[in-house]
């Protein structure tokens, strides 16, 4: 979730293995592996989160921040959109197929 809203759902396993929207990316590259300290990869998300308190009903709630928004996510809130494996993803970009990361966790 971000800013209230469900970015991505599925099997655990399946979306930290390849999480499709950025900020599901952005999230599992966050979580340290075991032994780490800190996440090594852990992104620099540019920009600022929007209002939780008077959020932007027409735009992705990460439009601002993502690295691949484009002037749709301000316009048009993305649905939730099912996804081979049981997931579902809230993002008008998601790659296809998902990028499989090392496993961390
Ligand atoms: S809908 Fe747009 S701004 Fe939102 S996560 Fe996807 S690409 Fe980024």
Known sequence: MYGGRVMEE???????????PPYTAALADA????????????PRLA????????PDPKACGFHGR????Q??????PPPLRPMPGGRRVACHFP???PHERPHRI
Do not use: H, L, Q
Request: net charge negative.
């Open 71 to 76: 002037d749709v996510c301000r316009t048009v």
């Open 47 to 54: 920009g600022e989160p929007r209002s939780p308190i008077n």
């Open 10 to 20: 599925g099997p655990a396993e399946a979306v930290f293995a390849a999480p499709a």
């Open 31 to 42: 979580v340290a592996a075991p032994g780490e300290r800190w996440a090594a990869a852990a």
């Open 95 to 97: 790659p296809e197929p």
């Open 66 to 69: 993502c690295p691949i928004g």
